[in-house]
């Protein structure tokens, strides 16, 4: 494991550095690069905030993909967490059995402004009444919500919007790979 981290780790350094010299010479990439990182928590290491806080507005996207938010709150710690999470600008939020990160993410996803209007008739006509506005905020998604998402069901925030959204299925691809067999070991 010890060794995958360190592999990891050199193999991140190597774009924090191209990036910066990208940065450093004030001109952007030309066509955007992206790094996808399945179970990001074996690729966290106190400094990739760096990487995080650079690269979106040099031309590269950062997709890390973890189980929970306590992995990158394990690897990194809280405040070095959070500074990895105040950087990424789309999220998916996928079905969980914890309550507390149902929680936060409904939290997250914010409220919606929702108004009710009432109007009121008095005995003496129809001219006659009163008319109410109640306003109340009402959460997009609550926790029951995003308890109940199915396979490939999610909510997305990008860019200031908020979406539901169907992920298509996709099967196993047809390929396979095979090592190579060694005379010895």
Do not use: W
């Not at 193999?11 to 450093?24: A, D, N, P, Q, T």
């Not at 998916?92 to 309550?99: A, D, E, V």
């Amino acid at each position: 494991q010890k060794v995958s981290e360190l592999f990891l780790k050199s193999f991140l350094k190597m774009f924090e550095r191209v990036f910066g010299l990208i940065g450093s010479s004030g001109r952007g990439m030309s066509r955007r690069v992206g790094l996808l990182i399945d179970e990001a928590k074996t690729c966290m290491y106190p400094g990739i905030e760096e990487l995080y806080n650079k690269s979106a507005q040099l031309g590269m996207t950062i997709g890390g993909y973890t189980q929970s938010r306590g992995d990158i709150k394990y690897k990194l710690g809280a405040d070095l967490a959070e500074v990895v999470e105040d950087c990424v600008n789309t999220l998916f939020y996928l079905r969980t059995n914890s309550k507390t990160a149902r929680e936060y993410m409904a939290e997250n996803l914010g409220k919606k402004r929702k108004h009710n209007y009432n109007y009121t008739a008095q005995a003496g006509g129809v001219t006659d009444g009163r008319f109410m506005i109640e306003t109340k905020d009402e959460e997009l998604a609550t926790p029951d919500h995003l308890k109940k998402l199915g396979v490939g069901q999610a909510y997305m925030m990008h860019a200031g919007e908020k979406y539901r959204v169907e992920l298509p299925f996709q099967d196993e691809p047809y390929g396979r790979i095979e090592k190579p067999k060694l005379k010895e070991k």
